[in-house]
């Protein structure tokens, strides 16, 4: 973010409407915010040796711990808001003429008000999204697995582990780690008998080896190591590329606050889904773009690919974007001969998928293939329940008419996949030709991956999640061309 911004000479109204969206956004995190003080409150009654740090920070042992912290940290959450909005009027008039007052306070709120919302939102998020993330570390480490994502975490570590011993991830079940434990305390899957990502890894191998450095690091240094840790690494450099992707400092904080407020995102940052990982790496892959590197983005886009299967439908739409502004005069027969020409691009992203990819595939072909296809397409002994743990999409009406006999069945999902989002897609990549710049892609992929997702056998609340942080960015950040 600048440390300096002008304020516009004349500005719409009082408020900004950039203000009124980050509070808006910001209350939506506030459940969150009171379920994550009323645990560490209760840890804190207890006097749990992990969080004495914070029982030493409390100014009296005469009220609960639940009186000190839900009060300060909800009421400092409070008082942030009232800030940002306190120096956004008054920015705006200070822009529109002098203040009462003396003269300094006026010229600080003119020339400074962008300075000061900045840090304000940094706080906000760290209010809103860090301090919850690490309460939840902590309450792991503190011995219970409530509020940890079985698939994000616990089977990704599970997954790393095995690799470390030599083990093929994607061959093994699950039976003894965290995953069965976690699945253990809850009845869900009392009526499968065992929950189904006991006998599969669903997700893509860069998902995994991307945090094995910083596991074999933190486990060394610290004896003890959470996921989560990587992702907010990972979310740190999603706001330095969301800094990087809009010039004005009102689009950075609507950015930020967008991505990282949007309710069907941080809680499930916080309990560890692995969404943020696709995001940055297609995100990168645009802003590489801006800066002239279409090597370097071509290796990200192709790690994206390599980390879940939404980037796949992403694919088409960024490789006509490389075909640069003048893909609207050029008949698609040209663009295809291009693309053959540059033959080298093709070679790198393809090198990058194998090294990726093929190691594990060539570990065990039909268990690769069972659980990055099959289980989630519904053609596996055990599949992933029909509809999603919630569903979002059509599958719903499968179940609801009751199609199918069981939620492990097998239905033919491609049947609308190719006669409605097949044909989406088509007339999506027309109209990003029309005007191929990176914001026209992101948005019109987007919206192809809606569709192919609600068309699917499984459309999960955090996949609409991911969609919409791609939709802000297609909305808020500076557009440009490649080429």
Known sequence: ????????????GPISLETVAVLLLSLTAFPGLLQTNSNLALLLAEKNSLFKVFTALLPSTTYFAYDHFNGLLTGLATLLLLLYLAV???????????????????RFFRTRAGWAKNRLLALILVLFVLYPTGYAMGLRAAGTLQGTHDGGVLQTEAAMDFILQGDNPYARDY?????EENNNRTNYWLHYGTAPIMHHLPYLPFSVVAALPLKLAATMIFGWYDQRL??????????????????????RRLLLAAVFLNPWFTSFFIEGR??????????AALAALKYSRPGLSLVLMALACCTKQFAWVLLPFYLLLLAGPGAAQRPWPELFRSAAAHWRRGLLFAAVCAVV???????????????????????????????GTPGFGAANLVLYF????????????????????????????????RRNSACVMLACGTLSLFAAAFLSRLFHDNHLGLMLMWAAVAALADDFQAG
Request: hydrophobic share 50%; aromatic share 10%.
């Open 357 to 387: 990819l093929l190691p594990f595939f060539a570990w065990g072909p039909e268990a690769f293939i069972d659980d990055i296809l099959r289980f989630n397409a519904g053609s596996s002994e055990q599949n992933y329940p029909l509809g």
């Open 175 to 179: 039976h003894g780690t965290a995953v």
């Open 1 to 12: 973010m600048t440390s300096t911004e002008q304020s516009p000479q004349r500005p719409a």
């Open 274 to 283: 692995n969404d943020i990982l696709p995001f940055v790496l297609v995100l």
């Open 88 to 106: 956004d009027l008054l920015g705006n008039a200070a822009a529109g003429g002098p203040l009462p007052g003396p003269p300094a306070m006026g």
């Open 402 to 433: 009751q199609l199918v006999e069981t939620r492990n069945d097998y239905f033919p999902f491609i049947i609308p996949l190719v006669l409605l989002a097949l044909p989406l897609a088509v007339l999506l990549l027309l109209v990003q030709k």
């Open 230 to 251: 990587f992702y907010l690494l990972v979310a740190a450099l999603a706001c330095w590329l969301l800094c990087r992707l809009a010039e004005n400092g009102t689009k």
